[in-house]
């Protein structure tokens, strides 16, 4: 059983586009957290929200932390080029290990 | 800061050797260091939790005397990988933690492992 199901799997878009992607649960977690990982390299954090309702913006990308704390979502404005990668999201349960998603493949297309 | 190194980042070898992969934590002590596999087209799954100065925690289903992972420095962590077979091809990354908690983890660039 997947805790973390991500949405969608994978997404192909026009350079310019806007883009959300889901991060799902039914367990609450005590953190999130968005890494962006390149093919042949390790994830990168992107960000950790851990207050139901959190909203966090890093330049184009904005973070949301469910109210729940079951469930997250990434929005990308106007989608370049770069952003292209494996979104994975992954949630702490306190001191409990960080469960991963099976990640968001996005492809941005000039 | 909170950098993580591997090393190699790649090596190929053959079945029935071992393989040893070292992680380090190098602006940073990190008590807590975690190894992840990662098959193709697949997401991160955790082998084993390791605490400097003890025995690591191995997940369910992951062969201790297989995986051999030994966390001596607070900065040093390596993942052996003992009679290694066709199977175990994947790519191993690891993470440092620079608490107990799992928050805060830096992943290490990834080494992938091809066995012949």
């Known amino acids: 059983t997947q805790l973390l199901e991500q949405s969608p799997q994978f997404l192909s878009i026009q350079e310019g586009e806007n883009l959300t992607v889901y991060c799902n649960s039914s367990?609450?977690?005590?953190?999130l957290q968005w890494y962006r990982q390149e093919p042949g390299e390790g994830p990168v954090l992107l960000v950790t929200?851990?207050?139901?309702?959190e909203v966090k913006k890093l330049k184009r990308l904005t973070f949301q932390f469910g109210d729940a704390r079951k469930d997250s979502s990434l929005h990308i404005t106007a989608a370049q080029p770069g952003d292209t990668g494996l979104y994975l999201c992954a949630g702490a349960k306190g001191s409990e290990k960080l469960v991963f998603g099976k990640g968001t493949k996005l492809t941005v297309n000039p | 800061g909170a950098v993580v190194s591997q090393h190699p980042s790649w090596v190929i070898c053959k079945s029935g050797t071992s393989v040893k992969i070292e992680c380090r934590s190098l602006?940073?002590?990190?008590?807590?260091m975690f190894w992840y596999r990662q098959f193709p087209k697949q997401s991160l799954m955790l082998m084993a939790t390791?605490?400097?100065?003890?025995?690591?925690?191995?997940e369910q289903g992951v062969e201790k005397d297989k995986f051999l992972i030994n966390h001596a420095s607070l900065t040093l962590s390596t993942l052996t990988v003992t009679s290694a077979h066709p199977e175990d091809s994947s790519f191993y990354i690891c993470s440092a933690g620079s608490t107990s908690g799992v928050d805060e983890q830096y992943f290490g660039p990834g080494t992938r492992l091809t066995v012949t």
């Open positions: 390791s605490n400097e100065g003890s025995k690591a925690t191995y």
């Open positions: 367990s609450v977690f005590s953190s």
């Open positions: 929200v851990v207050t139901g309702g």
């Open positions: 602006d940073f002590q990190a008590t807590t």
